[in-house]
């Protein structure tokens, strides 16, 4: 039986275990920490305790070591796949339209509070480290040392409350400087209180600059194309159709895929991101700008005498893109590592909560696609570890979880009530192996961020173990057609979600359940837009 209460600021949690020794009693009564590291964009296909072809062939082994002694979640959601609305669910336990952060930009509803601002209230030390990505200042937190905006990999700005909140550049690669300032947060807190830390990496975010000792990882590896690599959307609505997110057309030569050599060539003169490229060269140091050019400039000069064009090009620039985004993934799995090495040497194992999650899927040229946004599993779908102190090592979870969930969790395990208005739910007894009767049987998900770069049509649905209804709405505009069309698709026989079912008369019953319990959300939640 475990109990918390609070003595003045300090949260003391009393531990009374019967048949426990007196050494393992002191270790349960210091307070749980909470370690929240979140990545931009990783995908559970690249993470090899999920076991998915790509990982076996660019592992995760110190992922793989915090599954190993922890929960992993199957069933992991977002409520709405892009990165501030994610943070925004994360910080309030609310959806978008309760916390106002339906897009990238602007939105944030500053007078929620956030979950930080509770357990720093209640004697948690609390910081922020690495992609904030809010529209608003951090709330809530004691120390802070954030990017501006989306961040850079190389030589990023940061600031800080020591900074008086101005950036300033600090030499390095991002996701190892965010883990040197979550030590650095530690090696400096008040020992004497718990603490919350949200460790926030900005890897594997586009544009995929890998770190200079990994640059010719994995280069003579061949990666697997996707099944659904060549899909033609078929039976799917228009949005599948109109959206700008695909390897083929989307992914620019330079930007993207870093043929620096084409820049002086007139035909990609006009290619999207041209000055962001030139942008990242230039935030270089010559050191660094030498390991990439003898990289990538020999490849590059073989590519271009190879004069791909069609289905040769479009796998060409797939290996391209994977080959950069697992070799920003080595960076995040060594600095977890290296994170965990230190909670071990500190001691800090027994009583800290580490949880890894990203903040939302991504397409790994599932589809034909990059990016995320959309409902369908690869975006909608994270992957979330979380290693809980004497729980569920080693084990595995498939209840329906979301990220409007981590806000209660991490009150429930400072043994604070949830607010009321909070919706998510508190995982904390799946971490001790039960799943309650009353565990939610659907997920709602709404994506807003319409007309907007990738151009995904806004869309709301539900999901549930097996079945998946989408509804995708909006006007006509200068570019596109107004839409209003459904999807239906059953996960079990088509995982890959190739076969829209909707207004197939032998799935009516289950469309009607599903359309029922959209109606209900939408009624409940007071959606306003649909
Ligand atoms: C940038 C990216 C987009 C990406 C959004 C949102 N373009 O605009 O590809 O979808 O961020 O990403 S980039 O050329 O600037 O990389 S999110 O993770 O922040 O939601
Ligand atoms: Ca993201």
């Not at 929240?36 to 998915?52: E, K, N």
């Not at 070591?65 to 892009?82: H, I, K, T």
């Not at 990496?201 to 996707?226: G, I, Q, S």
């Not at 007894?429 to 049987?441: A, I, V």
Request: hydrophobic share 30%; proline share 5%.
């Amino acid at each position: 039986m475990e109990k918390l209460f609070q003595t003045g600021a300090l949260i003391v949690p009393i531990v009374l275990f019967s048949a426990c020794n007196a050494k393992q009693k002191v270790a349960e009564q210091k307070p749980l920490n909470i370690i929240h590291i979140m990545t931009d964009d990783h995908s559970y296909q690249t993470l090899s305790a999920y076991g998915h072809p790509l990982s076996k062939l660019a592992p995760t082994p110190n992922l793989d070591r915090l599954a190993a002694q922890g929960m992993l979640f199957r069933q992991a959601f977002v409520e709405n796949s892009l990165s501030t609305p994610s943070r925004a669910c994360l910080m309030t336990g609310l959806y978008s339209h309760q916390n106002g952060q339906r897009q990238l930009g602007e939105g944030i509803d500053t007078t929620k509070t956030f979950f930080s601002e509770i357990l720093k209230e209640h004697g948690y030390q609390t910081g922020v480290v690495g992609k904030w990505h809010m529209q608003c200042e951090p709330k809530g937190f004691d120390y802070y040392h954030i990017f501006d905006d989306q961040g850079d990999y190389y030589n990023p700005e940061f600031k800080s409350k020591e900074s008086g909140g101005k950036y300033i550049r600090e030499e390095g690669y991002a996701t190892t400087l965010t883990t040197d300032h979550a030590i650095e947060f530690l090696d400096h807190r008040d020992k004497e209180k718990p603490f919350c830390l949200l460790v926030h990496h900005k890897a594997p975010h586009r544009n995929w600059l890998p770190e200079t000792k990994y640059l010719n990882l994995y280069e003579d590896v061949e990666f697997p194309y996707p099944d659904t690599f060549y899909d033609d959307y078929a039976t799917r609505s228009e949005a599948a159709h109109t959206q700008d997110m695909n390897i083929r057309n989307t992914m620019t030569m330079i930007y993207d895929l870093k043929v620096d050599e084409l820049s002086g060539n007139k035909a990609y003169d006009n290619e999207p991101w041209r000055d962001s490229w030139e942008a990242l060269k230039a935030r270089m140091t010559p050191e660094q700008f030498k390991a990439w050019t003898e990289a990538y400039k020999p490849r590059n000069e073989k590519f271009i005498d190879q004069h791909l064009t069609g289905d040769e090009l479009l796998k060409w620039k797939y290996q391209r893109y994977i080959k950069d985004y697992v070799r920003c993934i080595k960076s995040v799995d060594d600095q977890v590592g290296r994170l965990l090495d230190y909670l071990e040497k500190e001691g800090l194992m027994d009583n800290t909560v580490i949880v890894y999650t990203s903040d939302q899927g991504f397409y790994m040229g599932e589809h034909g696609w990059f990016d995320k946004r959309f409902m369908y599993e690869e975006s909608f779908h994270t992957p979330l570890l979380i290693r809980y102190p004497g729980k569920a090592a080693g084990s595995e979870c498939k209840a329906l979880v979301q990220n409007i969930d981590y806000a209660p969790t991490y009150l429930d395990i400072a043994g604070i009530e949830k607010p009321e208005y909070m919706e998510g739910t508190s995982l904390v007894p799946l971490l001790n192996g039960e799943t309650p009767k009353e565990w939610r049987k659907y997920l709602y998900y709404h994506y807003y961020d319409y007309p907007a770069v990738h151009y995904v049509r806004r869309h709301d649905g539900v999901r549930d173990e097996r079945y998946k209804l989408i509804h995708f709405y909006g006007e006509k505009n200068k570019r596109d057609a107004a839409i209003n069309s459904n999807e239906l698709y059953d996960l079990q026989a088509d995982p890959n979600e190739l076969h829209n079912l909707y207004g197939d008369p032998a799935y009516q019953e289950i469309t009607d359940r599903l359309q029922k319990k959209l109606d209900e959300y939408r009624t409940n939640l007071k959606i306003d837009e649909y």
